[in-house]
């Protein structure tokens, strides 16, 4: 693989002037809280609550409680360099250093996205950028962009293993959730969601819904956030 250098200049279009958001736990949730500080939960807090967790349950069991935890810490921290990696790539600024294993990994991994991904990306509109939709929920999009011509939600993900894309219905009830929140604050119209995914052992995987198939998504999205308002009356 080729060197990727920082860009001279940042790629970010500043198209919207992007509300900023308080992030505050509470009672175990993540809530983001707006300048009247007013809470509204997170969108991955609304997904854990929500979500179906028998097959995460038997796989804690399956490999140990202390296994698990090592696995979990050891993806959050290379998910949280990479993903440093490329919003200082977007950011046209020095991308970060280190000689751990975990940094050379993810200098690695983020070299893959910026050279199969985001080469297809137009514009940036926005990364890791606070939305909220008005007194529902709110969250932290990896990258508001313009991907092969249409607006849309992108989100950077590593895994441990290659994906199928029907394991991954979180992801795009996420994005279908930042867009919604989007489309009502900023009075886009985005129907697109891209996962840009690539594993531990850097094989780089893209998943992209839109048309119809975004808006199942959105609307099981919308189910959630109903299912989550009724456990929490």
Known sequence: MNEVLTPTKSLLIEKFKYSEFKRK???????????????????????SKTKDMTALNAWKK?????????????SANLGTIMHKHLECYIEGVERPSGTNQV???????????????????DEVWGIETGLVFPGLYGGTADLICVHEGEPAIGDFKTARKYKKKEWIDDYFMQAS???????????????????????????????????NEFKSFTDKWLDKVETYYKMNK
């Open 62 to 74: 399956r490999v140990g409680k202390a296994e698990a935890q090592r696995i979990v810490t050891e």
């Open 177 to 211: 959730a930042y867009a919604l929140a989007h489309n009502e604050v900023y009075g886009t119209n985005i129907q697109k969601g891209v996962i840009f995914m690539v594993t531990h052992d850097n094989q780089y995987q893209q998943f992209v819904v839109e048309g």
């Open 103 to 121: 940094y050379v990994q993810a200098k690695i991994l983020s070299d893959t996205v910026i050279e199969d991904g985001l080469k297809n990306v």
């Open 25 to 47: 736990n509470l009672d175990g949730q993540r809530y983001y809280v707006n300048a009247e500080g007013d809470p509204v939960p997170s969108v991955t807090s609304i997904l």
